[in-house]
């Protein structure tokens, strides 16, 4: 058997969101050239390509938090089309786009005894130009939403592919309920009272308090709107119980104060988690909600070499803070490498 030749990166990026693409371009400004960046998804941005609704505003001010770059990277407020677009300029004017590897979804990484981190797979076929990659240093980018929040209560078989977590498989005059009261949930909910293409959905929006409090200015205000003239129907101020199939093989939701309505699909916007199995099992310490433990100024871990980035270690994140953190992120890994 013939062995793979070794090749040693500075940097190997992991995940190719807004975290991982902003630390390739960081990386190249600063003058590392020797990188790689891994996603398990065929494109970068994935986390939007599939969370976001089409045509969706992309906010700069996120949950709240007022966004200013900190570093090389931003970008202009516009809709989730052109903000894809605008980062695949960026990526071209930076001339990193060669630099991604797609299709690779990685469980964890090793660190050896020679000091240098090597990617462990979950899948068998694995292209062989990555196979022999070993880096000495990572960045994890890896976002939170491979693995979205579910409620307490269990999800029936029958019905599971009627229960989802974004919009991609609603169809034209679906009765959906949306459950959640963040931004996500607000945007679902009067995105789809407004998208072109899925006309006559009958809308609700189900949150456990009775007032929207943790939406944007403008969500809010949109919300309220289509709220009070009755085109999202307000089922607020009452937690689901439990779901199960009804009689007609749809969704009979029943609530804590005893109501029970039937739809034809719900989707849950409550957040995701963090993406613990890869954290600990790549010797990444954690600590309370499972937050890898890092170092806030260089978004180190207690693996020598080993960052994290992005919604990982936050779950009020955006992409604001995942291009600044990707800043500092470089600067400490360029730093040591000197
Ligand atoms: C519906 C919705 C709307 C939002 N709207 C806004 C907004 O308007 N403005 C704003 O600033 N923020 C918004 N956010 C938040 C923002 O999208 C995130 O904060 C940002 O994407 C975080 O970037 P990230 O790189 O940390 O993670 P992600 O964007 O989640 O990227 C993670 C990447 O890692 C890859 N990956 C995951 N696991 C693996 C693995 N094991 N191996 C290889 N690759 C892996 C994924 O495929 C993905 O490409 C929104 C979030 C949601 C869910």
């Given amino acids: 058997m013939t062995q793979e030749?070794?090749?040693?990166?500075?940097?190997?990026?992991?995940?190719?969101?807004?975290?991982?693409?902003?630390?390739?371009i960081e990386a190249k400004l600063a003058g590392l050239d020797n990188i790689v960046v891994v996603d398990k998804a065929p494109h970068h941005n994935d986390m939007i390509h599939k969370f976001y609704k089409k045509g969706k505003r992309v906010d700069k001010d996120w949950m709240g938090i007022k966004a200013e770059f900190t570093g090389n990277v931003s970008f202009d407020e516009c809709s989730k089309e052109e903000y894809i677009q605008q980062m695949d300029d960026k990526l071209r004017d930076a001339g990193v786009l060669d630099k991604f590897e797609y299709n690779h979804d990685i469980l964890r990484v090793n660190k050896g005894k020679d000091g240098l981190f090597e990617m462990i797979f979950a899948q068998e076929k694995i292209a062989k130009n990555i196979k022999s990659i070993k880096a000495k240093n990572v960045i994890l980018s890896?976002?939170?939403?491979?693995?979205?929040?579910?409620?307490?209560?269990?999800?029936?078989?029958?019905i599971k592919a009627l229960l989802n977590f974004n919009l991609s498989k609603v169809e034209n005059g679906e009765r959906v309920m949306i459950v959640g009261g963040g931004d996500t949930a607000g945007e679902y909910a009067y995105g789809l009272v407004e998208l072109e293409g899925l006309q006559d959905c009958v809308v609700t929006l189900n949150y456990r308090k009775s007032e929207i409090t943790r939406m944007s200015p403008i969500n809010t205000k949109m919300c309220t709107k289509y709220l009070n003239n009755g085109k999202i129907l307000n089922k607020m101020g009452v937690d689901i119980e439990s779901v199960e199939?009804?009689?007609?093989?749809k969704i009979q939701v029943n609530f804590t104060d005893g109501t029970s309505a039937e739809y034809d699909r719900a989707v849950y916007a409550l957040g995701g988690t963090t993406p613990k199995d890869l954290l600990v099992n790549s010797g990444v310490k954690t600590g309370e909600w499972d937050v890898p433990v890092y170092n806030e100024t260089t978004f180190k871990t207690n693996v020598e070499g080993l960052y994290t980035i992005g919604d990982v270690i936050t779950d009020?994140?955006?992409?604001?803070?995942?291009?600044?953190?990707?800043?500092?992120?470089?600067?400490?890994?360029v730093q040591n490498l000197k």
């Fill in 5 to 24: 030749a070794e090749k040693v990166v500075d940097l190997l990026i992991i995940g190719a969101g807004p975290g991982g693409m902003a630390s390739a």
């Fill in 316 to 333: 009020q994140g955006s992409i604001t803070l995942a291009f600044n953190n990707a800043s500092d992120a470089v600067k400490s890994i």
């Fill in 245 to 249: 199939p009804s009689p007609s093989g």
């Fill in 142 to 158: 890896v976002g939170r939403m491979g693995k979205p929040n579910k409620p307490k209560y269990k999800f029936p078989r029958d």
